[in-house]
Structure formats: structure tokens, C-alpha cells
């Protein structure tokens, strides 16, 4: 007996496209940093994508998404300065050091707001701290929240960091404090709130997160899932929501090289910088010729090295 086909025919899968550039994600509590590159990939049914700098999903705000070739410049924007909006719940430390964990010490005590911002420079500049319990930090080859959630205790290194800035915002009762801080690569939020909450003698976690800015990108370039979304058409219309690959490079020195020259870049051959006007600069540039982006270069000793080829469409 013949078995009777099926009236609906297997849906053919999109092929993907080569979109290149940056998103730049409001993103939700509640959702993963993974998540949201994976939501942004779909939606423009891109080849390839990254985000530049974890968020946890407890946290809000702007999370950089690179598409195509700007997953190229991915490390720049991450080596960027970060600024964060939180506030800290005193009285409580918990072992995610945030809202989510269990209660591990507690504390009646309250401090005063006095006493919040004279401890303030104390934690600005280059300072040493320990990474969270529950942190992507690799231990043995070992994400350290992997294992804090099989209960396994760590011991974590202190490591040096650096805040830049860390601004006293608000109180809005006793139990809180709203604080703004400017980061660099690697400072954990939710242990700057525990450590605090440890010095002041009342114990702390982080209540709320939001991030405000990365490298070059801030709340003003970005889009929420929801208006996202509605920019999208038949024709693909979201693409307007899309940064310039090179939006991602404005810490890098930029050149202008010839036709000529940006074809010996591209085939790897190094370029020499020669004549009065050559600049006088060394380490990473981003290379562009005729208004178009070439390449990521590095200068080393007047000469100019080629490290990553861009491959985008000519306009």
C-alpha cells in the first residue's frame, strides 16, 4: 500500500545574504547577548554575525552587533571605553552578585550617601578586582559559571581594570544608589556593587544594569527589537538601521591610499611610506582609497602592513 503524500510541500530554507555592517541593539532584560545575535542574524538573513561585549540578560541597553565584514573590527569596538547606568541594593550580597542570585549575607545596615560618595575615588582608575562567581571567565578550559552552577567553589584572581570615571546619580530610598560608571575591557559591574557593599560594611548586589554606551556607539544610534521589527518590508527595508562597517574603526588613525597601493594591500604585499608629506604614526590604521574601506593595516617602521582585507560590494 502506497503511502499518500504530504498536500504541504517542505518549506525551502532562505539563502542566506551578505549584509555588512552594524546593528546597534537596545537590548531587552531578559535576553541573552547569544540570543540577540541570533534574533538580528535572522532578521536580515545575514551570513555572519557578533556582538562586541557581553551583556547579561538582567542588564538593558546597547549591545553592538556586527554583520559581514564588520565581525572584522569586532576587538576594536570591544577595547572601547564602556559607560554603564546601575543601581546597587545595599543590605544584600548575593552569589551572582545581582538580582538573580541567592542571598548569601545580609546586613541591617544602611550607608549614608556621604559616606557612598567619599568612597567613590577609591574605586576609579586602575584598581584590582575579582570577577564574579557566575562570570564568563575560563578556569582550566571552564566557564566559571559553569561550574558555580554544579556548585563547585573557585578561587578567581584578581585582575587589574580600569574605571575612568564613577559618578554618584541618585537615592532613591535608603536601600539604593544609582551610580554611573566609564570602564574598560574586562570590569565587572556586579563586582564593583559587591565590593562596595563589602568596604561600606553592609553588603550589595546589582538591582539594575544598563549599558550607555561602547567605543563609538551610544544610546543614540540605537534600535530596540521593536522598531527593528517595523522597519523591516518585502524588500528588506531594516537595512537603514545598518552603521557603516567603519563606524565600528573611529579610534583607528585613518589613510588614504591610491588604487594602485590598495591593490598591493589587498593582494598582502606591504606598502612603503615614503615621501615629506608620509605620516608619521605606528600601529593599527584602517586603509580606505576613493572614499572606499580597504583594509585594516598595521604601520611598522614607515612601512604599512596589510593584517585584514575588507571584501565589500564597490558602490
Not at 504541504?8 to 555592517?21: I, L, S
Not at 570591544?78 to 550580597?93: A, H, L, V
Request: hydrophobic letters at 40%; a neutral charge.
Amino acid at each position: 500500500m502506497k503511502a499518500e503524500s504530504s498536500s504541504k510541500e517542505p518549506q525551502r530554507r532562505r539563502e542566506r545574504r551578505d549584509v555588512h555592517g552594524w546593528l546597534v541593539l537596545d537590548k531587552p532584560v531578559g535576553m541573552t547577548s547569544t540570543h540577540a545575535v541570533g534574533v538580528i542574524k535572522r532578521s536580515f538573513n545575514a551570513k555572519r554575525a557578533g556582538h562586541a561585549g557581553t551583556l547579561d540578560p538582567l542588564a538593558s541597553g546597547v549591545l553592538p552587533i556586527a554583520l559581514g565584514e564588520a565581525t572584522k573590527t569586532v576587538s576594536f569596538v570591544m577595547e572601547g571605553r564602556k559607560i554603564y547606568r546601575f543601581t546597587i541594593r545595599w543590605g544584600e550580597e548575593r552569589d551572582t552578585d545581582d538580582a538573580e542570585g541567592r542571598i548569601v549575607a545580609r546586613s541591617p545596615e544602611r550607608p549614608s550617601q556621604e559616606h557612598v560618595r567619599a568612597l567613590l575615588p577609591r574605586f576609579t582608575g586602575l584598581i584590582e578586582q575579582v570577577p564574579p562567581r557566575f562570570s564568563a571567565v575560563k578556569i582550566d578550559g571552564e566557564r566559571a559559571y559553569d561550574l558555580a552552577r554544579e556548585g563547585e567553589m573557585v578561587e578567581l584572581e584578581a585582575r587589574a581594570i580600569e574605571i575612568h570615571a564613577l559618578e554618584w546619580m541618585a537615592a532613591p530610598d535608603p536601600d539604593h544608589t544609582v551610580l554611573a560608571a566609564a570602564c574598560g575591557k574586562g570590569t565587572y559591574i556586579r563586582a564593583l556593587a559587591r565590593d562596595m557593599g563589602r568596604e561600606l560594611g553592609c553588603y550589595g548586589h546589582v538591582a539594575q544594569l544598563r549599558r550607555t554606551a561602547v567605543g563609538p556607539f551610544d544610546e543614540s544610534s540605537a534600535v530596540t527589537l521593536e522598531a527593528l521589527q517595523e522597519g523591516f518590508d518585502a524588500t528588506g527595508a531594516g537595512i537603514r538601521h545598518l552603521l557603516p562597517v567603519e563606524s565600528g574603526l573611529a579610534a583607528l588613525p585613518a589613510l588614504r591610499v591610491s588604487l594602485a597601493d590598495a591593490g598591493r594591500l589587498a593582494r598582502g604585499q606591504a606598502v612603503l611610506l615614503r615621501g615629506r608629506d608620509a605620516p608619521m604614526i605606528e600601529g593599527w590604521v584602517s586603509i580606505s582609497t576613493q572614499g572606499a574601506l580597504v583594509g585594516l593595516a598595521e604601520v611598522e617602521r614607515g612601512e604599512l602592513r596589510p593584517r585584514r582585507i575588507f571584501n565589500l560590494p564597490r558602490t
